[in-house]
């Protein structure tokens, strides 16, 4: 299986992260179809009692966490129906820079709002 890493949209209000959760089920979907291993910090590190986003210093610690896993995949997928947010930005941009391949993804049924 190729190894990557999501990025998708996480922050905002109590509906819209339900729905950025949704959209992120669907893409774990999508890259398991295809027959890839994904991987997603912003769902993982921000489980109650892990990380907390809302609070800069945990939200930058969750963040290199995700970084660090990421130096072992082979692709970073970014799945954009919904936008890309300066957290999936930051994503881009450090697989960019250690030579990861970024592929851009949509979902069927999944327009921007």
């Known amino acids: 299986m190729?190894?990557?890493?999501?990025?998708?949209?996480f922050a905002g209000g109590a509906a819209q992260r339900k729905r950025n959760m949704a959209y992120l089920r669907a893409a774990m979907a999508d890259c398991l179809s295809r027959d890839e291993a994904p991987f997603a910090s912003h769902a993982l590190y921000t489980q109650p009692g892990?990380?907390?986003?809302l609070i800069p210093?945990?939200?930058h610690k969750g963040i290199m966490a995700g970084f660090e896993w990421g130096r072992l995949a082979d692709a970073t997928v970014v799945y954009a129906d919904l936008?890309?947010?300066?957290g999936m930005s930051a994503g881009i941009a450090n697989a960019v820079s250690e030579g990861r391949p970024v592929e851009y993804r949509s979902l069927p049924g999944w327009g921007a709002e």
């Open 2 to 9: 190729k190894r990557v890493v999501i990025e998708s949209p």
């Open 50 to 53: 892990v990380l907390n986003d």
């Open 57 to 59: 210093a945990e939200r």
């Open 83 to 86: 936008g890309v947010s300066e």
